[in-house]
């Protein structure tokens, strides 16, 4: 009973005494936040509401801490690991309460049973090595849904995966019924619930893939109002080329654009960010709706199959492996890979790095190592890798710079994306780029507290509230009431990331406490194993 003689309520879960920074962009504020079946009920400032007046079943004292809307990851592939372990502990830790999934071309929809095995070695490049036992969105919002996740996922289609089910792995343009078959199956897609598309512009099949075919694609987008996110094409003379083909893209089927991970991988091109910027902001002056992900790192990550010359990698790696056995078809691709990868960016041997084989053979070392070790020359050995292990090693490219990464996370178009996997924390035999384990406690720590290159409204809207504005998520994504209770509280003062390269991965700091629908799924830094996640559906 209340003092007056009332009943008072008795909440799931409060959140009291925190510094609430909602993710709108709006100011911090020392408020309790209540919850009742995974929704925030009410937000209360503590100079009007003593935390002793509020009941719960369960309560966390926030004194001190932030709490903040959990973070959309908007660029992930965890498509298929979640499949295998729904935990997502690398995430959670981070917290990170969504993930969007399907990005740069790889989606784990739609699956053509015919081509399975073509699938199954194209998601290899990105996600995990897993057979799809379900053809359609439906089917494997039911698998992760038998497996149980304890985060939510955001389905988009892929390209890539659009092409290996209406064609293989052939390097061509489609025909009519093959195009016909592609917009159908994004249109199912799209009307089972994913939020758009993407691309991923230098990786095959997707490659392959001109702007003609990308843009009839993008129309089916338009019709839906779903998303366009795009893997850029490895366009000359620089990136500019690539943000000029995703602006116009825009322009001419009036989709909103996403480019995905802006980087400057060109070492000649190095610390001219501004450049870049100034093509988004213009493109915005002229009415295209186009931002842009980025993570804290100046390093990527992708298979090592990659990088070799698209022609190399058609068919599938059955196929690569058959071609490479050819004497002249081996010296045709090592005359090509003297011109660089990716339409001339120069080989920096020592800036591969090996992250993980499926033997562990190699992690942790750069190919100029690997070279010197087997006593063979750096391409010659980059053919042989990619022999033996197909799609299934990965390696880390330190081809970046810390300048144009504060530039790009610095810019208002820009929204935090990891690029990495829910997986793990335990590595045995690889080293993961540390992207899967700390982009947002970095973001926090190195960027906002240390570095002063974000204040801390403004990122936390970044990984909250704005990316589930651009993806047309409307009941999450800031702490509002009626909103889902997706929540994460940390220490401003601790957070950081503590993963490295080359080194088996570790936890990051300062994350004390993530809520997904209402559910407590990290306790005082420590994994609960609920998995209260589910996959969210476009409305279109």
Known sequence: MSARGGT????????????VVDGTGSAPRTAHVRIDKG???????????????????????????????????????????????????????????TEVVGNCSFSAFPIEPKHLDLHADHLARATAPLRPWWTD???????????????????????????????????????????????????LALEQGAFGMSTGLTHVPSAYGDFDEVAALAEVLAE???????????SEPDERAAVAEAIELGRRTGVTVEF??????RPDRWGTGAELLALFDSAREDGVDIFFDVYPYDASSSSLTQYLPPWVQAGGTTAMRE??????????????????????????????????????????????????????EPDELTLRLCEEYGNEIQVVLFYRTEEDVSAFLRHPLAVVGSDGNAIALHQPSARPHPRNFGTFPRVLGR????????????????????????????????LTVGKAADVVVFDAQRVIDRADFGKQPERPEGISHVVVNGDVVLKHGEIVDRRPGRMLRHAG
């Open 137 to 187: 969105l439906d089917g494997y919002a039911d698998a992760l849904h038998d497996q149980g996740i304890a985060i939510n996922v955001v389905p988009l289609a892929g390209h890539g995966t659009l092409r290996v089910a209406a064609m293989g792995v052939d390097q061509r343009p489609p025909t009519t019924d093959e195009l016909r078959r592609m917009r159908r199956d994004l249109a």
């Open 447 to 478: 960027y906002v507290r240390d570095r002063s290159v974000l204040e801390l409204s403004d990122a936390v809207r970044k990984m909250s509230h704005e990316p589930a504005r651009r993806l047309g998520i409307t009941d999450r994504g800031s």
């Open 39 to 97: 929704i925030i009920v009410a937000i209360d400032d503590a100079s009007s509401c003593p935390a002793e007046t509020i009941t719960a079943r369960s309560t966390i004292d926030a004194a001190g801490r932030v709490v903040s809307p959990g973070f959309i990851d908007i660029h992930t592939h965890s498509d298929l690991t979640l499949v295998e372990d729904g935990r997502g502990e690398s995430k959670l830790r981070q917290g990170v309460t």
């Open 323 to 376: 071609r490479l056995a050819d004497p002249s078809q081996r010296r045709r691709a090592l005359v090509d890979m003297a011109d660089g990868w990716f339409n001339g960016i120069p080989w920096l041997w020592d800036r591969f790095h090996v992250s993980s084989t499926p033997d562990g053979r190699h992690v942790g070392l750069s190919l100029e190592q690997i070279s010197a070790q087997e006593d063979v």
């Open 224 to 234: 839906h109002r779903a998303l366009y996110a795009t893997h850029s094409r490895a």
């Open 260 to 265: 995905s991970h802006l980087a400057i991988n």
């Open 8 to 19: 008072v309520a008795m909440h799931d879960l409060a959140i009291v005494n925190g510094t």
